[in-house]
């Protein structure tokens, strides 16, 4: 096994991330390799085994590794910019915190929408529908990321078109700590079949209320996509962390 020194200073686990992440772009650890048990970790670093199970946890949401039901902890292939991402930027957060996040951006989004569909000029509409057409894209070809991109792009527009500099600004910070507080949740909502076809039926639902500037099935449609989708990112982030646990056990 690779060589590391014994973890110490700042947060305990944030000194395991940086170390391990040292191991990955040394090339000691490379995309397919199998980690060592949880167990061995912990010696290895001479700290517990919950900081090991936490240290994980940010690289598994940073896209560095992952979990495979009953084989253990492997490297993925990843982007090596990753590599320069601070922890701040993607560790886990708590579920009332998710809650909390997601209903502040169903509250922002509902009032953009409204302006949007109230002030939305053609320019707005082509770039809204845009994302659109993206998406559909993305999802034809079957590019790792089924539209995910596209929708941010959509959501944005949408923001935009309400020519309020406040919400603008709020959504661009919102947006940013959604997608990386929930990245391993998102991508696993995008895995799931029918999903990606689904939230691009809702946004063409939405996009064609702006373009009728019905304000009223313009807000009820956004809440309800937003609802959803809070939903179900709330499941898939329960599961991505109970299921990550479950496979570091089995690795002891």
């Not at 253990?72 to 930027?89: A, E, M, Q, Y």
């Not at 809650?99 to 509902?110: Q, S």
């Not at 949740?185 to 039926?201: F, N």
Request: no cysteine.
């Amino acid at each position: 096994m690779w060589e590391v020194n014994e973890a110490k200073s700042r947060k305990v686990y944030e000194d395991v991330v940086e170390q391990i992440k040292k191991i990955l772009e040394n090339g000691d650890l490379k995309p397919g390799d199998k980690l060592p048990s949880v167990r061995l970790l912990s010696r290895s670093f001479n700290v517990g085994q919950s900081t090991i199970r936490e240290a994980l946890s940010v690289l598994k949401t940073m896209g560095l590794i992952e979990t495979k039901q009953g084989e253990g902890t492997f490297v993925r292939n990843f982007d090596p910019r990753i590599l320069n991402k601070s922890i701040p930027d993607y560790h886990l957060i708590a579920k009332d915190d998710i809650i909390d996040l997601l209903d502040v951006r169903k509250m922002l989004e509902r009032g953009a929408v409204a302006l949007a569909a109230e002030r939305r000029t053609k320019e707005d509409l082509i770039r809204i529908e845009s994302a659109l057409i993206q998406m559909e894209l993305d999802l034809t070809r079957k590019r790792e990321n089924f539209g995910e991109d596209a929708d941010w792009r959509f959501h944005f527009a949408v923001v935009e078109a309400s020519y309020n500099k406040i919400l603008i600004s709020l959504m661009k910070k919102l947006s940013a700590t959604v997608r990386n507080s929930l990245k391993v949740s998102r991508q696993k909502l995008y895995e799931t079949d029918g999903m990606p076809e689904r939230l691009l039926m809702e946004h063409r639902s939405i996009f064609e209320m702006i373009k009728e500037q019905n304000i009223k099935k313009a807000e009820e449609f956004m809440v309800l996509h937003l609802s959803g989708v809070q939903e179900k990112l709330l499941i898939a982030n329960e599961f991505s962390q109970t299921n990550q646990n479950i496979n570091l056990f089995e690795n002891n």
